[in-house]
C-alpha cells in the first residue's frame, strides 16, 4: 500500500465511525430489516479465505446428481454435469458460489492489483426471483435472494433474466427425477443464498465471518449505502450496485472505475461482467409480465412443495419397511 492510500485509508477510518449499525466479524446484523453488504476491493488480498468457508458452510446443499444421465428430449440438449469439477474454485458453479477475480489495471500512472470477491447480488428488484416460472426463486424480507433446491426444476429462467447469468445448474437432481427425468433442463439451479440460516440464527454469513482483512460488511441497506458513498466519497473510489438493476444489495467501492475492471476480466459462464447494467422489471411490460406471473408461481410452487412432501413420505415409508 503505498503513502496515498494509506492516508486516503485513515481519512475514511475517521468517518466510517459515525455511521452505526453496520455488521462485521464480531457484530450481528438486526433482525427483520432488508440487509446490504458492502466490499472494499482496496482490503482484498485475494486469500481466498471467503471462498474456502463460503464451501465448507454449504457443503451439506451441494448437489449429489444421479447417473448415469438419461438421454435428454430434444437431443440436442446436454446435461450441465460439475460434479467431476467440485474443486474449481476460479468461477461460479453448483458447487462453488463464490469465488476471487483478479484484475491487473493501469490507472492513473499505477499499475493496480485488484481482487474482488463475486457472486449473487441479491437484487432489491430481482427478475429471477420475479420471473421463475415454478416460484422456486424468491426474495426475503432480510434482502437475501434465494432458490428453494427442493422444488427448482432447473429450467434456468433464473439464469437468463439475470444480467449477470449468476445461478447454475447440475443435472440428475431435484424433483425433476420424479417428474421429467429425460426433459431438457433435468437438474437444479444453485448459488449463494447470503448463509440465509446463519443469519436467520443471527450470525453472520460465513464470507464475512472467515475474511482476515475486513473486506465485507453487512447492515441495514440505508446505513450500507451511507458507508459506501462516504468511502466512495473520502477515497476518490466508484460504486458498483448501487443502482445496478434497480439497486442490489451487494455494493462494491473500487479505487478504479468498473469499466476498467471490466475491461480487465476473464468473463464467460460462471464469470460475470460489471458493466452498467439498466433495472430489468423498471418498465410498465416487465413489472406487468411479473405481477402476471406471480399468483400462477405461487400456485406452481404449492403443488411442487405437495409433490416434495409426498416424495419425502414414501421415502419415509420404504426406510421403515427395510428396517422392519
Known amino acids: 500500500m503505498n503513502r496515498r492510500m494509506f ?3 485513515l481519512t475514511f477510518g475517521a468517518a466510517g465511525l459515525a455511521l452505526p449499525g453496520v455488521g462485521s466479524a464480531g457484530e450481528k446484523p438486526a433482525a427483520g430489516v432488508e440487509l446490504a453488504t458492502l466490499l472494499d476491493l482496496n482490503r482484498c488480498i485475494g486469500c481466498g479465505a471467503c471462498v474456502e468457508a463460503c464451501r465448507e458452510a454449504n457443503a451439506d446443499k451441494f448437489p449429489e446428481p444421479k447417473k448415469p444421465f438419461p438421454p435428454m428430449v430434444p437431443k440436442r440438449s446436454k446435461p450441465e454435469d460439475f460434479s467431476d469439477k467440485r474443486e474449481e474454485r476460479e468461477r461460479l458453479t453448483p458447487y462453488n458460489w463464490l469465488f476471487i477475480q483478479t484484475a491487473e489495471v493501469d490507472w492513473q500512472g499505477e499499475r493496480r492489483t485488484l481482487n474482488m470477491p463475486r457472486r449473487c447480488l441479491h437484487c432489491r428488484l430481482p427478475p429471477c426471483a420475479n420471473l421463475c416460472p415454478w416460484g422456486a426463486a ?3 424480507a432480510n434482502g437475501a435472494v434465494r432458490i428453494d433446491e427442493g422444488i427448482c426444476l432447473g429450467g434456468a429462467k433464473c439464469r437468463d433474466v439475470c444480467p449477470w447469468s449468476i445461478p447454475q445448474r447440475q443435472s440428475g437432481v431435484g424433483l425433476y427425477l420424479d417428474l421429467a427425468p429425460r426433459l431438457a433442463g433435468n437438474g437444479v439451479m ?8 446463519r443469519l ?10 472467515a475474511c482476515p482483512e475486513g473486506v465485507q460488511k453487512i447492515g441495514p441497506r440505508e446505513a450500507i449505502v451511507a458507508e459506501a458513498k462516504a468511502l466512495a466519497e473520502a477515497t476518490g473510489g466508484y460504486l458498483y450496485g448501487l443502482t445496478e438493476n434497480g439497486g442490489t444489495n451487494t455494493i462494491y467501492v473500487s479505487p478504479v472505475p468498473f469499466e476498467v475492471l471490466d475491461a480487465a476480466i476473464d468473463k464467460g459462464p460462471g464469470k460475470p461482467h460489471l458493466k452498467p447494467v439498466a ?3 423498471s418498465g410498465e411490460k416487465a413489472l406487468a ?7 400462477l408461481a405461487g400456485l406452481a410452487a404449492g403443488a411442487l412443495r405437495l409433490v416434495r412432501a409426498a416424495k419425502e413420505t414414501n421415502e419415509e415409508v420404504a426406510k421403515e419397511d427395510r428396517h422392519e
Not at 444453485?190 to 440460516?197: E, G, I
Not at 409480465?289 to 399468483?295: D, E, I, N, S, V
Open 7 to 9: 492516508l486516503k485509508g
Open 138 to 140: 424468491r426474495k426475503e
Open 190 to 197: 444453485y448459488k449463494c443464498d447470503r448463509c440465509f440460516a
Open 200 to 209: 436467520a440464527s443471527g450470525g453472520l454469513p460465513a464470507c464475512i465471518e
Open 279 to 281: 433495472g430489468k422489471l
Open 289 to 295: 409480465a411479473a405481477a402476471l406471473l406471480a399468483p
